[in-house]
């Protein structure tokens, strides 16, 4: 299976690699084109623009900063919508609003193409060896063909149901973390204060 990749922080390039030292092709993007380097001599194909890597491959996936990025890579110039049709997947695996995710899925879907939001639990670490856990939301469809992608990137993945479920669970695992880590440092300074 070939998958483009839209975007090469810290998640996206551990996550290209993934993809790639698991057997699949893949074409990366990203807006400094440099960070392709280290990707390409792995094996991976460059795409120039958004554009270009939908137009390659029948599932794009992105992994970027905030809902400003994920919106200007769909939207803009040679972005995403220029070449997304009834025979293409989009997978934006951002942490975005609800309404980011709907939005970006209305315009996907305007095109005839497929769309799911999937963010996911877990950081630079779990992104390194595919332990990462998957919260998926939209195309039914979409989920089913990209679950082999899926398998290599997270220890488990979870269709959600409708696009915005993926962006609130995502909100509820953040804010479940919080809680422990908050509790967990309380519990470490309480026996200080006692002394």
Same mark, same amino acid.
């Given at each position: 299976?070939?998958?483009?990749?839209?975007?090469?922080?810290?998640?996206?390039?551990?996550?290209?690699?993934?993809?790639?030292?698991?057997?699949?092709?893949? !074409?990366?993007?990203?807006?400094?084109? /440099?960070?392709?380097?280290?990707?390409?001599?792995?094996?991976?194909?460059?795409? %120039? !623009?958004? =554009?270009?890597?939908?137009?390659?491959?029948?599932?794009?996936? =992105?992994?970027?900063?905030?809902?400003?990025? @994920?919106?200007?890579?769909?939207?803009?110039?040679?972005?995403?919508?220029? %070449?997304?049709?009834?025979?293409?997947?989009?997978? $934006?695996?951002? !942490?975005?609003?609800?309404?980011?995710?709907?939005?970006?899925?209305?315009?996907? @879907? /305007?095109?005839?193409? %497929?769309?799911?939001?999937?963010?996911?639990?877990?950081?630079?670490?779990? *992104?390194?060896?595919? %332990?990462?856990?998957?919260?998926? @939301?939209?195309?039914? =469809?979409?989920?089913? *063909?990209?679950?082999?992608?899926?398998?290599?990137?997270?220890?488990?993945?979870?269709?959600?149901?409708?696009?915005?479920?993926?962006?609130?669970?995502?909100?509820?695992?953040?804010?479940?973390?919080?809680?422990?880590?908050?509790?967990?440092?309380?519990?470490?300074?309480?026996?200080?204060? *006692? $002394?």
């Amino acid at each position: 299976m070939e998958v483009g990749f839209l975007g090469l922080g810290i998640m996206g390039k551990a996550m290209s690699m993934n993809l790639l030292k698991n057997g699949f092709k893949v !074409t990366v993007w990203n807006r400094t084109l /440099s960070k392709c380097n280290e990707l390409v001599a792995h094996g991976a194909s460059v795409g %120039q !623009t958004p =554009a270009e890597v939908v137009k390659k491959c029948k599932i794009t996936i =992105a992994m970027l900063s905030d809902p400003a990025a @994920a919106l200007s890579v769909v939207y803009e110039k040679d972005g995403v919508l220029e %070449q997304i049709c009834s025979s293409k997947g989009y997978i $934006d695996m951002s !942490t975005v609003d609800p309404e980011t995710s709907s939005k970006i899925n209305e315009a996907i @879907a /305007s095109k005839g193409g %497929q769309f799911l939001e999937a963010p996911v639990s877990g950081s630079k670490q779990p *992104a390194e060896t595919g %332990q990462l856990v998957i919260l998926a @939301a939209g195309d039914k =469809a979409l989920y089913d *063909a990209a679950v082999p992608a899926f398998d290599v990137l997270g220890k488990k993945s979870f269709f959600l149901g409708q696009v915005g479920n993926g962006a609130r669970m995502k909100l509820v695992v953040n804010m479940t973390m919080g809680s422990i880590m908050n509790a967990f440092s309380e519990g470490l300074i309480r026996p200080i204060e *006692a $002394d």
